[in-house]
C-alpha cells in the first residue's frame, strides 16, 4: 500500500494508484502520458470500471503498447487492487450518485473524482457527508479535477501533454492551488508556472453549489504540507466558502501566504438575471459579493491584487519574498520530458511521413460524401447515370456515353437469368437447399463460372481481336484455330442453331447497329459464323461471344478509350465481370425461390448416375 | 474536518437574515443578483398543485384539495370556468403568479371577489405593465383559488444548506414574519441522518395547543415531501387552519433543476418560467435559441448597446474575469455584452456567434473607436484553431463595417492548436486592414483589457 494513507494532507502521490471508472479512453491515455513523462515507475491506473464489459484495454505506456484490466464493478476491481485508493468517477449525471457511493463504501478507497455535471444538490450533498464520515474526500462533482505536479492527474486535469510541459506540472514545485472552476485550472497553472517555480497541486473543486470537498479543505491540506510553501486560490461570488478560508486566516490555522481572489466583480453592474457558469456563483447578500469578499480576505491578511489582472504579479511578489527569506529554495530545473506524439496528429500536422500500403483509384469515402472515380455521389443520381454509369465510374474510371451506359446495362438485363437447370443456377439451387445462407448459395453459383460456363466473354473478345489484329481473313483465322486444335470461343452453343436461333444473340446485335459508331469486329465475327455454321447448324456466334465482340466495337469506336486501354481490359478479363454481375441477379433470385419454398435437401438419384468401379485387379499396386 | 467556531458564528448571522426568505425580495431588486441554473423559481400555481397531489402520500390529515386556475395570456375564461367548476360558485383570491412577492402591497391582489368581478379584474390587469421594485414587466400569468377567511396566518419554509435542510416555523406568519424573526424556531435536518431522533413537539410553542400535534405532523411530512420532490427551497406564508385542516395560502418554492431525470413523473406539466421583467432582445434570443441547439455553450446578454467594448470571451470562468477587469479599470459603463462560447463550438455556431456581436457593435459609429475583446483561458480541448475559423469567417464579412466603426481587435487565448489560431488572426488583421493584436499563453489572460482601455477615455 502507498504511503499516501500514513499522511492525511496528501491527496495523491508518486505511487497513487487509481481506478477509472467509465471506459473514456481518451483520458485513460491522458494520464498514462503525464505518469510517463513524470518519469513514474509504473502508470497509476490500476484498472478500468466498465459496467458495460469486462476484459482489458490497450493504451500507450510511452511509445511501448500495455493493457489495463477493465472490471464490470467497483467491487470487483476493488478487491483485485486494494492498492487503489482513488477513483476517477466519469459516470454520467445519473448514476455518478450510486457509483460513488459505492466506491465511497469499498474500505481501500480514499478519494472519489466526480467529472459530471448536473448531479442533484441532495445527492452532492449526501455524498459529501458520507465522505466526511468516514474521512474519505469527494472533488466535485462538476470538476476536470486536480492533480499533484510530477505524481498524478485526474483525467484531463491541465489539458494536452503541450500545455502540461509549458506549465512544468512534470515535477513539483511548492505553490498549492485551489479554485472552483475547472475551466481557469490551467490559466492558474500558466500563471503560477510563470511567476513562481510552480504548481506542487492544484485543485478544482466543482463550480456546483454544493461541492464535495471545499476549498478550505483543500488549504488545510496545504498548510499542512511541508514540501508546499505558499498557497493561491480562486474564488466565486457566492455562497460562504471564502468566509470559511477567511476565519481559518483570523485564528492562524493557515500560516502559509494565501494569494486570493474572488471572481464576480462585475456582477454589481450587471443586470438580473445573467447566467454565470456556475450554479454556485450567484450572490444573496453584499456579504457574498466579490468585492466584500476581496476586502475580507485583505483584511484577514492575504495578499489580494486590485484585479486579476494582477494576479500572476502578487503570485510573483510572494515568491519572491520566500525566495530572499530563504523559505525556497531556487528550483534546479529538471529536463523536459517528451512523450511520443500520436501518429494520427503527427501525420495531420505534416511532421511525419509514411509509405502506404495500397493505393485505390477508383473511389473515396472520407469526405462528406463518397466519391466515384472523384464524382460526387450526388451527381451521379442528378446526372441519372444509372448502373450502366456507375459501372463505367468504378470499372473504367470513365464517364460513358449514354448509349454506352446503356448497352452495359442491356448485357446485364440479357444474363440476369438462364432457368435452372445451366450449371451456376444449379450449383446455387443445390446449396440453397443444402441450407446454406444467401451469400454462401451465391458464392457456389458464381465459382461455377469459368471457361465453360458463363466465362467465355473475355476469351471470344481475346481471340477475335487478336485475329482482327494481325489481319486475319475470316478463313484464315476458323483454318488458324482448327490447326491448333482450339474451339473458337463465343462460337457453338448446346441447343440454339441457325434454325433456332438466339434471341439475346439478336437483342445485343439489333441495339449495337442502331447505337454504335461502328460494328466492325461483329461485322467480322458474322463473317465466321457463316463459315462455321455452314459446317455445323449450332456453330452460331454465342451470347458470350456476341458480348464480347460488341465490348470490343464500343470501346474501339465510342472514343473514350485508347489502345492502351482496350488491350488492359482485354489482358485483365474485365469482361466475364460482366456475366457474374448480371448472372447474380439470377442466383439470387434461384437461392430465395427455394428458400421460399422451403425445399429440402437435394440429393442426386441414385438410378442417375452410371456406377462404374475399377475392378480389384485396376488398383492394385503394380511396382 | 475540523472546522472553527468562528465559522458556525458566521453561519449563525446568515441563519438570522436566512437569504432564502426573500427569495421574492431578491428577483425583484436582482440588480446583482444572476439566474441561478441549478435552483429555479416555479409559480405558486405549481408549488401547491405539487403539494395537493404528493403531500397526502406523507400525511393522512391532509385535505387540501388544490382548487387552483392558472390564467395566462392565451386562456379561455369561459373554458377555465367550465372545467373548474368551482371558479362560478366560491369566492375568489386573484393575483398575478410570476415568481415576485409583495403583490398585496402593488394592490395586484383581488380578494374575495365573485367570478364576474375576477374576469373583469383579470381582463383589466393581463397584460399592464407594471414596476415592482425596480424592475419593468408585463403581467402575464394569474392563479385563482377559493378565497379562505382566516384570522390565524402561520409561516414554514424549509431551505438547504451543505450538511443538511433547515426548517422554519413560526405563529407569526404572514408580512409579519420579517419583524418577529426572533419567534421563529429553526429545526435542522441532518442529510444522512433524516427526521429519525429530531424532536418537533416539545420546541413547538406552548400557545399552538391542540393544534401542536397537527403541525408536527405536517412539517415531518412537509420535509418528506420537500426531500423526494426535488425542491431546494419551500416557504408557506401564511398557510392557515380551515375547518379543522391545514391550507396554505401563500406559497414559495425552487426546484433543483438537476432533479428533472428523477422526477419526470411528479414534475410532469411544470414548467420553469423566466425571471419577472425579463425580456430577450432579438439577438439574445437568437443566441439562446442557438445555445438549446447544441452541447455547446453560448451566452450573450447585452448590456449597452452603445459601449464601446465588445467581448467575446471562450469560457464561463473566464468571461466573469474580463468582465470583472474591465469593471475594476471603471469602465463597466462602456462594456457593451456579457456573455461566453465555450464547450468545443464547431465553426458554424462559433461563426453565427460572432457574426451577432460584429453586427451589434458595428451598428452605431462612435467618434472615439470601438474594441472587440476576444479572449479566453488555455482551453482544456477545445481546438483554438478549430473555433478560430469560424470567428475569422465572420471577421472577413463584416471587413467594411470593422472599418467604419473603427473597431481595433484584441485577441488572447491559449489551448491545444493555439499557435495555428493565433497565425490565422494575424494573417486575417493584415488582409481586412483593421487593427489587430494577438497574444497567446505568454500574455497574462487579462493584459489585453488594459491594452485596449489604455488608449480609450471614459
Sequence with gaps: MSQTLSKNYVLFDRNTKAFVYGYQTNAIQRMLDFDYICNRSAPSISAIINPSRAGIHKAFWGSKEIILPMYKSISLAAKAYPEADVMVNFASHRSAFDTTMEALAEESIRVVAVIAEGVPERKSRIMSATAKKQGKIVLGPATVGGMTAGAFRIGNTAGTIENIIASKLYRPGSVGFVSKSGGMLNEAFNIISRNSDGIYEGVAIGGDRYPGSTMLDHILRYEENPAIKMIACLGELGGEDEYRIISALKEGKVKKPLVAWVTGTCSPVLPASVQFGHAGAKADTHKETAQAKNDAFREAGAYVPTSFDGYGDTVRQVYEMLLSQGKVLPLIEPEAPKIPADYSKALASGDIRKPTTFICTISDDRGEEVLYAGKKLSAVMEDQMGIGGVIGLLWFKKELPDYAARFIELVLQIVADHGPAVSGAHNAIVASCAGKDLISSLCSGLLTIGPRFGGAIDDAAREFKHARDMAMTPEQFVSDMKRKGVNIPGIGHKIKSVKNPDKRVQLLISFARANFPSTELLNYALKVEELTTAKKGNLILNVDGCIGILFLDLMTSCGAFSKAEIDEVVRLGYLNGLFALGRSIGLIGHILDQKRLGSRLYRHPAEDIAYMMPSQEDIKCRR | ?458
Design chain 2, 1 to 458: 474536518m475540523p472546522v472553527s467556531l468562528e465559522y458556525f458564528a458566521i453561519r449563525e448571522i446568515f441563519w438570522l437574515f436566512p437569504l432564502e426568505r426573500f427569495v421574492n425580495k431578491k428577483i425583484i431588486e436582482a440588480a446583482k443578483v444572476v439566474l441561478d441554473m441549478a435552483q429555479r423559481g416555479i409559480r405558486e400555481y405549481d408549488a401547491k398543485r405539487l403539494l395537493a397531489r404528493f403531500l397526502p402520500e406523507y400525511l393522512n390529515e391532509f385535505s387540501y384539495n388544490g382548487d387552483l386556475a392558472l390564467v395566462g395570456p392565451e386562456t379561455d375564461l369561459e373554458e377555465l370556468a367550465s372545467t373548474h367548476s368551482w371558479l362560478k360558485t366560491a369566492r375568489l383570491v386573484v393575483k398575478p403568479d410570476q415568481l415576485f412577492g409583495k403583490r398585496g402591497k402593488h394592490g395586484l391582489v383581488l380578494l374575495d371577489a365573485d367570478w364576474d368581478r375576477a374576469k373583469k379584474f383579470l381582463q383589466e390587469n393581463m397584460g399592464a405593465q407594471v414596476a415592482v421594485g425596480g424592475i419593468t414587466g408585463k403581467l402575464s400569468h394569474f392563479l385563482i383559488e377559493p378565497f379562505i377567511p382566516h384570522e390565524e396566518e402561520l409561516y414554514v419554509a424549509i431551505s438547504s444548506d451543505n450538511d443538511g435542510d433547515n426548517i422554519f416555523f413560526s405563529m407569526q406568519g404572514g408580512v409579519f414574519v420579517e419583524e418577529n424573526w426572533d419567534k421563529v424556531i429553526r429545526f435542522h435536518v441532518d442529510v444522512l441522518d433524516g427526521m429519525d431522533g429530531i424532536d418537533i413537539k416539545s420546541r413547538l410553542p406552548e400557545d399552538l395547543g391542540e393544534k401542536s400535534n397537527a403541525i408536527e405532523n405536517f412539517v415531518k411530512a412537509l420535509w418528506r415531501f420537500y426531500a423526494e420532490t426535488g425542491f431546494s427551497y419551500l416557504e408557506i406564508n401564511p398557510f392557515t387552519f380551515h375547518k379543522g385542516y391545514i391550507v396554505p395560502l401563500d406559497m414559495v418554492a425552487k426546484l433543483d433543476d438537476a432533479e428533472e431525470y428523477w422526477q419526470r413523473k411528479r414534475w410532469s406539466g411544470l414548467a420553469f418560467p423566466e425571471p419577472f421583467g425579463r425580456s430577450l432582445s432579438k439577438e439574445e434570443q437568437f443566441i439562446k435559441d442557438l445555445d438549446s441547439k447544441t452541447g455547446a455553450s453560448l451566452k450573450l446578454t447585452i448590456l449597452n448597446p452603445e459601449g464601446r467594448i465588445w467581448t467575446m470571451v471562450a469560457g464561463g470562468g473566464a468571461s466573469v474575469i474580463y468582465a470583472d477587469t474591465i469593471c475594476d479599470l471603471g469602465f463597466a459603463k462602456e462594456m457593451a455584452n456579457y456573455g461566453e462560447y465555450s464547450g468545443d463550438p464547431n465553426t458554424e455556431e462559433t461563426y453565427y456567434y460572432t457574426r451577432t456581436i460584429l453586427d451589434l457593435m458595428t451598428r452605431r459609429i462612435d467618434p472615439r473607436g470601438k474594441m472587440l475583446l476576444i479572449g479566453g483561458a488555455i482551453a482544456n480541448f477545445t481546438d483554438v484553431a478549430k473555433t478560430f475559423k469560424g470567428l475569422v469567417m465572420a471577421l472577413e464579412e463584416y471587413q467594411q463595417k470593422l472599418q467604419d466603426a473603427d473597431v481595433k481587435i484584441y485577441v488572447r487565448r491559449g489551448g491545444p492548436n493555439y499557435e495555428q489560431g493565433l497565425k490565422l488572426m494575424r494573417s486575417v488583421g493584415g488582409r481586412l486592414g483593421v487593427p489587430i493584436e494577438v497574444y497567446g499563453p505568454e500574455t497574462h489572460m487579462t493584459r489585453i483589457v488594459p491594452m485596449a482601455l489604455g488608449g480609450a477615455s471614459v
